[in-house]
């Protein structure tokens, strides 16, 4: 039992894709539940087409969700209006995209990179040069600081890139494949800010990866397949002990390596063995 402050929280998350030319329905969320703790660092990972990006550009402010509720802090940012999305984006939550030339205007240093969010808000000039100053430390880059994109390596942009995210002092940041253009060796130092920015700013931080070496770490690690999350975890897993994850309606889902065993039963039993154990039973099919 997690007792730490619940900080987002979707519920029956609904995105639907429609191509009204071709009248196409795509549906991207499935009534995903999600919850994500005030501080921590949450990892979402799943197959291509998952649903990943959605999530996160819904939570990043860019999209609008077909249906459901999306809570950050005591907000519901699904009810936004356009306007109050746009200050969303602006003053609470911060973005590091895959791709760096996403992230920084390749015209500008570093340090007026990190003042542009800043500077949109009308911040005075000796706030914006302190607070530049606060996060070239942070991120270990203060001698880079009048270097444009093309003079820094891989991992220097995205420690950059995470600095412009922080700007505005946002209460969430969402990264998408934060270490996906990197190679191994700037991958790790790169977790490591990821960590030590967690612990020195307590910022709540949400990473869409297919990393293993992030998994590793033991974040607590959500798997979403077709819309939904299918289970919750820290780090690999035993074979014998496969997660399986129960949804605010008592939904069970299933992963999908053992979907097969339970599509369509309707003979399913659930045992319980003790107050922690429970079994689930699948019958064998008669064969007639």
């Known amino acids: 039992m997690n007792n730490a402050e619940t900080f987002v929280e979707c519920k029956d998350l609904i995105k639907i894709y429609a191509d009204e030319k071709n009248r196409v329905r795509v549906p991207a969320l499935r009534g995903l539940e999600m919850t994500i703790y005030k501080g921590e660092i949450s990892l979402v990972v799943g197959p291509s087409g998952s649903g990943k990006s959605t999530l996160l550009n819904i939570l990043a402010g860019n999209l609008k969700p077909s249906a459901g509720m999306v809570m950050v802090g005591d907000t519901d940012i699904a009810k936004f209006t356009r306007a109050e999305m746009v200050d969303y984006r602006r003053r609470r939550v911060g973005v590091v995209w895959q791709l760096p030339q996403m992230n920084l205007v390749w015209e500008l240093t570093a340090s007026q990179n990190i003042q542009v969010p800043m500077r949109i808000l009308g911040l005075p000039r000796e706030v914006r040069i302190a607070r530049t100053k606060e996060l070239l430390t942070e991120v270990e880059l203060l001698d880079r600081a009048h270097h444009k994109p093309t003079q820094l390596s891989g991992g220097e942009i995205q420690r950059i890139s995470l600095a412009v995210a922080l700007a505005n002092q946002p209460e969430l940041v969402v990264l998408d494949e934060p270490t996906g253009e990197l190679d191994s060796q700037t991958s790790?130092?790169?977790?490591?800010?990821?960590?030590?920015?967690?612990?020195?700013?307590?910022?709540?931080?949400?990473?869409?990866?297919?990393?293993?070496?992030?998994?590793?770490?033991?974040?607590?690690?959500?798997?979403?397949?077709?819309?939904?999350?299918?289970?919750?975890?820290?780090?690999?897993?035993?074979?014998?002990?496969?997660?399986?994850?129960?949804?605010?309606?008592?939904?069970?889902?299933?992963?999908?390596?053992?979907?097969?065993?339970?599509?369509?039963?309707?003979?399913?039993?659930?045992?319980?063995?003790?107050?922690?154990?429970?079994?689930?039973?699948?019958?064998?099919k008669k064969i007639d």
């Open 188 to 284: 790790e130092k790169i977790v490591n800010y990821f960590e030590k920015i967690n612990k020195d700013l307590g910022v709540t931080m949400i990473l869409a990866t297919h990393d293993r070496r992030l998994i590793a770490r033991g974040f607590r690690t959500m798997l979403l397949v077709d819309g939904r999350i299918t289970s919750v975890r820290r780090g690999f897993v035993s074979d014998d002990k496969i997660p399986v994850y129960v949804d605010a309606f008592g939904a069970l889902q299933i992963p999908v390596s053992l979907r097969k065993l339970f599509q369509s039963r309707e003979d399913i039993l659930l045992s319980r063995e003790s107050e922690e154990i429970f079994r689930l039973y699948v019958p064998k």
